[in-house]
């Protein structure tokens, strides 16, 4: 579900997404990308120790959407 989202919005299909892509297809913030990171429910890979990147997993965006958490959108 994820990569063909990610596909029409311009991304390639590949492994690996950066954090940011990941917010900008699901069209939310790259800090709640983040806190979601922090708090274990979405699962991410940093290459190293030291980099900034943070990297996820297609399926585990996917896996991540299919989880409970409600949000209330404010707005």
């Not at 994820?2 to 892509?21: M, T």
């Amino acid at each position: 579900m994820f990569q063909e989202w990610a596909v029409a919005a311009g991304i390639p299909p590949k492994p690996l997404y950066r954090a940011a892509e990941v917010a900008k297809v699901l069209g939310i913030s790259r800090s709640t990308i983040y806190a979601e990171i922090a708090s274990g429910r979405l699962r991410a890979k940093r290459p190293t120790k030291s980099g900034y990147c943070v990297y996820v997993i297609g399926d585990d965006v996917d896996e991540w959407l299919k989880g409970d958490q409600l949000y209330e959108v404010k707005g």
